[in-house]
């Protein structure tokens, strides 16, 4: 009876095994295209001209309002 179960079990892990493992291949394939728009955004504002643009757009907003 051990045996039967210990067969299940390893049956049913490699299945559980093979359907995350290519659910994690899908989602891997959907964030690389997500990435990239956080990848600029992060070179813009880490970069000193990304703040002092927003700042200035903010103060000539202000001005103008």
């Known amino acids: 009876m051990l045996f039967f179960f210990c ?3 390893l049956i049913f892990w490699k299945y559980l095994d093979s359907k995350l493992t290519a659910e994690r291949n899908e989602t891997e394939k ?5 990435a990239a728009p ?3 955004t992060a070179e813009h504002y880490v ?3 990304g ?3 927003t700042t200035d757009q903010i103060m000539d907003a202000m001005r103008i309002g």
Do not use: I, T
């Open 47 to 49: 970069s000193k001209r």
């Open 51 to 53: 703040p002092r643009q």
């Open 38 to 40: 956080r990848l600029h």
């Open 7 to 9: 067969v299940f079990g």
């Open 30 to 34: 959907v964030a690389e295209p997500l």
